[in-house]
């Protein structure tokens, strides 16, 4: 298959529309077409419906955006590393990271990039554990910090540190953090992902020790979202303490810790091991390790963040 014709695909696919993919490709809307559809003829069934409102994937065309984008990475990569051989560490690197992690991370670690490593080009994108083990296995991701990641052939992980859990509930004034046993976490309304999360992976399996349930007030994906419920009242949330670092509001939540074992979240560093790394993946897994040793400090993990004496 043509390469030019795969990254063609993919960008109408992503802009769903023919009109919008020639504008930002810079080529005749024809040509684009005439390319597509070549690219169809050679997969043998169509990728692509057209409507009037622009286009949507067939199944085969889910799949060939999915598969494409591993591929035109992978093309990338191999232009880096050649351009590397002429001298000095150059070449793009994409990292995921879980959204709490990104909150605390993203901004030091941009700096130091820019600072140290300035041939090579930084993407950060946010994901749950879950979607970033695939977009790793498929050649989407270069590097990905992952909770409490299960064995896998197809990725290699290095383990960096745990982050302790934490019971994050609404402030109330003049209230105090303390310690919350397992068996009265059990009796806390909830709010939590939807499965698959490897944090809720974590809470039902450590309360399952003690023979209780979760009690759940509501299922939320994403930190805000979970972290805006628990400030409304909704309920309370079992997250790491850089959930709430993170926060521009984390005067709003009390924070405390979990007197039990069970419940900390254990971070890696993951990578590809269906590929080899390249010069500057493997300087940019040394920022990413340095960044977070320094982003979760004892201080932060130990309590944070200082509460007000009153919330208004």
């Known amino acids: 298959m043509d390469l030019r014709q795969i990254e063609y695909f993919v960008r109408v696919a992503e802009l769903g529309s023919f009109t919008r993919a020639s504008i930002a490709l810079g080529i005749a809307q024809p040509a684009l077409s005439r390319q597509v559809r070549l690219l169809e003829l050679e997969a043998g069934q169509p990728l692509l419906l057209r409507n009037g409102r622009g286009v949507t994937m067939t199944e085969a065309g889910r799949v060939m955006l999915e598969l494409g984008r591993g591929v035109l990475h992978q093309v990338s990569r191999l232009r880096d590393e050649l351009g590397r051989l002429r001298g000095g560490v150059a070449g793009g690197v994409s990292l995921g990271l879980?959204?709490?992690?990104?909150?605390?991370?993203?901004?030091?670690?941009?700096?130091?990039?820019?600072?140290?490593?300035?041939?090579?080009?930084?993407?950060?994108?946010?994901?749950?554990?879950?979607?970033?083990?695939?977009?790793?296995?498929?050649?989407?991701?270069d590097l990905a910090l992952l909770y409490n990641l299960p064995a896998r052939p197809d990725i290699d992980s290095e383990y960096l540190l745990e982050e302790p859990l934490f019971v994050v509930?609404?402030?109330?004034?003049?209230?105090?953090?303390?310690?919350?046993?397992?068996?009265?976490?059990?009796?806390m309304p909830l709010v939590?992902?939807?499965?698959?999360?490897?944090?809720?992976?974590?809470?039902?399996?450590a309360l399952a020790?003690?023979?209780?349930?979760?009690?759940?007030?509501?299922?939320?994906?994403?930190?805000d979202a979970i972290l805006g419920l628990v400030a409304d009242g909704v309920g309370s949330a079992v997250l790491g303490a850089s959930a709430v670092a993170a926060s521009a509001l984390a005067g709003r939540y009390a924070v405390h810790p979990i007197d039990g074992?069970?419940?900390?979240?254990?971070?890696?560093?993951?990578?590809?091991?269906?590929?080899?790394?390249?010069?500057?993946?493997?300087?940019?897994?040394?920022?990413?390790?340095?960044?977070?040793?320094e982003s979760l400090d004892p201080v932060r993990r130990q309590g944070l963040p200082r509460l007000p004496e009153s919330w208004p």
């Open 98 to 141: 879980p959204p709490s992690l990104s909150r605390l991370l993203t901004v030091p670690l941009v700096r130091a990039a820019t600072r140290e490593l300035p041939g090579v080009r930084l993407s950060v994108s946010e994901g749950l554990t879950t979607a970033m083990q695939e977009s790793l296995a498929s050649g989407q991701l």
């Open 169 to 187: 509930s609404r402030y109330v004034a003049g209230a105090r953090p303390h310690p919350v046993a397992p068996d009265a976490l059990a009796d």
């Open 192 to 205: 939590i992902p939807r499965r698959p999360n490897a944090f809720r992976t974590l809470v039902e399996d």
């Open 209 to 223: 020790r003690t023979g209780r349930p979760l009690r759940i007030a509501m299922e939320a994906d994403g930190v």
């Open 261 to 293: 074992p069970g419940f900390t979240a254990r971070i890696h560093l993951a990578t590809s091991s269906q590929r080899p790394t390249t010069q500057a993946q493997r300087a940019m897994m040394a920022l990413v390790r340095t960044a977070l040793a």
